[in-house]
Structures are given as structure tokens and as C-alpha cells.
Nanobody, 126 residues
């Protein structure tokens, strides 16, 4: 059964860093069989793609986070982790961050994903 579980959210000051983790499992998500991505949704706004890592490609980033965020994944025998390293955080980076997997249609940052985590909250104060 495919599962996604985010962690690492919290409250930070502008300019600080935060690392989010998403532990994922399930045959369809591991072994480079799935595109993995991070989305975020600020209060009152639509959900937006932040970063994605295709099956065998390099990370792709939204223009607003390029150069500040780094997406990576690490699959071992016991655990699979998708990480989002967020640097130089700004108040407009605040929101609920979701881990997503298995792109069905569209491109990596705006397409439809089949599996979603429940989210982790990030709040950046000025």
C-alpha cells in the first residue's frame, strides 16, 4: 500500500532554513517508478507545485523557490525519504506543504498526482 508521511514543518524567522521530509512507501512509489513532488498551499490560495524530482531526472523548481530550495530523495533497504531543503525562507513561503507521488497527467509542477500526504505546516515570520 502506497503511503506518504510528511514531517519537519515549524515556525521560523525570515532568512532561516528548514528541512522537510516525506517518508514514502509502496511498490509504485519506490525504485524510480514514480515522480515525487512537493506542493504548498497558503491560506486562501490555490495549491502550487514547489519542486519535483522525476523518475530518472533532476529536480525541477517553481521560479519563486529556484536557487533557495533543494529537492532530493534517498532510497535504502529500510526507508525511503523525499527531502525539501528550504533556505533563505520568506514570509510568502508560509503554507501547508504536501508530499505527492505518482504523476498521472500533466507536468511535474502542475499535474495530477495520485498519492498525497496529509501535509506539514510551515510558518515564516518577518
Amino acid at each position: 500500500q502506497e503511503r506518504l508521511l510528511e514531517s519537519g514543518g515549524g515556525e521560523v524567522q525570515a532568512g532561516e532554513s528548514l528541512t522537510l521530509s516525506c517518508e514514502y512507501s509502496g511498490y509504485r512509489l519506490t525504485g524510480n517508478r514514480s515522480t515525487l513532488a512537493w506542493f504548498r498551499q497558503a491560506q486562501g490560495q490555490e495549491r502550487e507545485g514547489v519542486a519535483a524530482i522525476p523518475n530518472y531526472g533532476v529536480g525541477e523548481y517553481a521560479a519563486s523557490v529556484k536557487g533557495r530550495f533543494i529537492i532530493s530523495k534517498d532510497e535504502t533497504e529500510n526507508k525511503n525519504i523525499l527531502t525539501l531543503q528550504m533556505n533563505s525562507l520568506r514570509p510568502d513561503d508560509s503554507g501547508m506543504y504536501y508530499c505527492a507521488a505518482h504523476l498521472m497527467t500533466g507536468d511535474e509542477l502542475s499535474g495530477d498526482y495520485l498519492y498525497w500526504g496529509e501535509g506539514t505546516q510551515v510558518t515564516v515570520s518577518s
